[in-house]
């Protein structure tokens, strides 16, 4: 009995795919490191833990002279030490664009294990806006998600500095 198979039937054939090629996106994360050309070890400690609002709001006395909203966030480690100032948005004489995509991206590149929300308003009035007041509370829901501690909100004015933790709004 004799097998009948295509290739008995038709001879053997070769068949010719077309080489296809498949393309990936890599995606590497890329830190830029900022040389500071001043004397910054009197009020920037690189072992220094940060514990207070006031310490925080001294380090960013200089967004006294902004005449724009910086926002800025403290990645810190678990002893409370700096790890990296990232300026996450500048916004317009009184707003800025804050979204927890942006907050974090860095936070998570940089291993933070807690941050520090940090912004100015140009008026000089410290006193928050319902709107800090909400993305304050939407970046603490987002970090608690992803395990990385909202610790506080400061923001800076020339009339001094608001705590949302001090004034029981975190």
């Not at 295509?6 to 077309?18: N, R, S, Y």
């Not at 960013?60 to 926002?71: G, P, Q, R, T, V």
């Not at 800025?96 to 308003?121: C, D, G, M, Y």
């Amino acid at each position: 009995m004799k097998i009948i198979t295509v290739e008995t039937l038709f001879g053997a054939e070769t068949i010719t795919v077309p080489r296809r090629s498949i393309k990936f996106k890599q995606i590497r994360a890329t830190m830029e490191t900022l040389e500071v050309r001043e004397e910054v070890a009197a009020y920037l400690q690189a072992d220094r833990r940060y514990t207070s609002p006031e310490q925080v709001a001294q380090i960013f006395s200089f967004l006294h002279n902004e005449a724009k909203e910086h926002f800025f966030t403290v990645h810190l480690d678990g002893k409370n030490r700096i790890l990296c100032l990232d300026l996450v948005s500048v916004g317009s004489l009184n707003q800025s664009i804050v979204h927890p995509r942006e907050v974090f991206k860095t936070s998570l590149s940089t291993s933070a294990a807690a941050l520090l929300l940090v912004h100015n308003h140009p008026t000089g009035d410290p006193t928050p806006s319902a709107e800090d007041i909400a993305i304050t509370r939407r970046l603490k829901e987002a970090g608690e998600i992803i395990g990385i501690k909202v610790l506080d909100h400061v923001i800076v004015g020339t009339e001094g500095y608001l705590s949302f933790v001090e004034r029981g709004l975190l």
